[in-house]
């Protein structure tokens, strides 16, 4: 039999499942409360209005355009609302700063196949988003934990990496409602980021998969914006915005946005022609028309649902959680993040849960570049009706006070 394993390029070798893609499977049964997949609920997606414009697209004159090869850098109809959303936002985006991809998962690995060089740093939240190591394992890198406390020193980092032979390259996160943790960054902490980039002169990557996911609070400025202010324009900007449909209209379409400086997407365009030529030209007019005519309809609907669902999940948590157990409190997103005592290890505490309370949820550690964080867990009420999250919280609740009970 021919032996694969020995052929691969080294980098196949950070290739690893995701746990979370895996544990997506327990939806499909009945009996099992997830709160493990990060998705949003079908039964929030605008249907009709999907069914309209995609009626409308293949029955008029743009038809033959939809169904044919398409440019590299996206439909101009939907970079145009693109633009125009991004302005209202205080950043000086024109067409040419605006670059479609197949979801923002593709903008990830795309940065990461353009920026990192096998041995390269990247700092990264600790935990982050499991997708975006995912997509910058294949390229190779070495890690480096961001740390924006008010004494973060950039030569640190800098330090680190010459002592390991490495350059620092990027810093990535989640400004807003960050998966896993539900947090967002602080005006202070978003200032500290761009000054820590500015003085180590890398690239931030700004993934704002879930800023439109709000539910109280006052809306900070993206970084994006906040770099615009501070360099004269997108231009001279070190920041990469990576937007998505995928939370408010549908993932399924795959269908989100990189705004930048144009020399860098210029270089993406690049990427993709590489790749797949372009995203499914029909999927950008859907996505299109749908945002022009509902997207804040959209947003406002399915936030008053979450809305409903997090303070379901916040009230169940104080209710059923016992004592040693702490939990964010996020004004926006998809997520509750706990922490767990010490001694305990959600992995271990995975198959129990599924076996004893029928109760799924992503153990932390899957979210740490390093693997740590064992004693954490994530836990999602984008999908479960208040009731589901209420007896969903107690049956954990009871495994994790026999656990400490047992411990004790």
């Not at 990264?124 to 961001?146: H, I, K």
């Not at 609070?217 to 070190?238: F, H, P, V, W, Y």
């Not at 997520?335 to 305990?344: D, N």
């Not at 995975?350 to 740590?372: C, E, I, Q, R, W």
Request: charged content about 25%; hydrophobic content about 40%.
């Amino acid at each position: 039999m021919f032996d694969w394993e020995e052929i691969y390029a080294t980098r196949a070798k950070r290739m690893g499942a995701s746990e979370i893609r895996e544990l997506l499977k327990l939806l499909e049964q009945p009996d099992i409360i997830s709160f493990a997949g990060g998705i949003p609920d079908p039964a929030l997606f605008p249907n009709d209005a999907f069914q309209e414009a995609y009626s409308d697209i293949l029955s008029g004159p743009e038809a033959g355009q939809a169904l044919q090869y398409s440019v590299s850098e996206g439909y101009p109809r939907l970079r145009e609302w693109i633009v125009k959303r991004m302005r209202a936002r205080g950043i000086d985006a024109d067409l040419e700063n605006i670059f479609i991809t197949s979801g923002s998962q593709q903008a990830l690995d795309y940065l990461g196949k353009l920026l990192l060089s096998p041995g390269d740093t990247a700092l990264v939240s600790w935990p982050t988003y499991l997708g975006a190591l995912q997509a910058f394992n294949a390229y190779e890198p070495r890690y480096d934990r961001l740390d924006l406390s008010r004494n973060a020193a950039p030569e640190a980092y800098s330090a680190a990496a010459d002592k390991a032979g490495s350059r620092v390259k990027f810093a990535y996160l989640s400004a807003d409602f960050a998966n896993p943790t539900g947090e967002s960054l602080t005006p202070m902490e978003r200032e500290k980021l761009l000054d820590i980039a500015d003085a180590l002169d890398i690239v931030v990557i700004e993934d704002a998969a879930y800023r439109a996911l709000r539910y109280e609070g006052e809306r900070q400025k993206t970084l994006l914006a906040m770099d615009c202010e501070r360099s004269g324009g997108i231009e001279n900007t070190r920041t990469l915005y990576c937007g998505s449909f995928s939370k408010t209209l549908s993932p399924g379409l795959r269908v989100g946005w990189v705004c930048a400086a144009t020399p860098i997407i210029k270089r993406l365009v690049l990427a993709k022609q590489a790749a797949d030529l372009h995203s499914p030209t029909i999927n950008q007019m859907a996505i299109a028309r749908v945002a022009e005519n509902s997207f804040e309809a959209q947003a406002e609907k399915i936030n008053t649902v979450y809305r409903e669902r997090r303070d379901a999940m916040l009230k169940a948590l104080a209710d059923y959680m016992p004592a040693g157990v702490e939990w964010t409190r996020p004004e926006g997103g998809m997520f509750i993040w706990l922490t767990l005592p010490e001694r305990m290890d959600a992995t271990e505490l995975l198959p129990l849960s599924l076996k004893t309370a029928k109760v799924a949820f992503v153990p932390g550690n899957a979210f740490y570049a390093d693997g740590s964080g064992r004693n954490h867990l994530r836990l999602s009420f984008s999908c479960s009706a208040p009731e589901v999250i209420d007896e969903g919280i107690r049956r954990l609740g009871a495994v994790l006070s026999e656990e400490l009970a047992a411990a004790a």
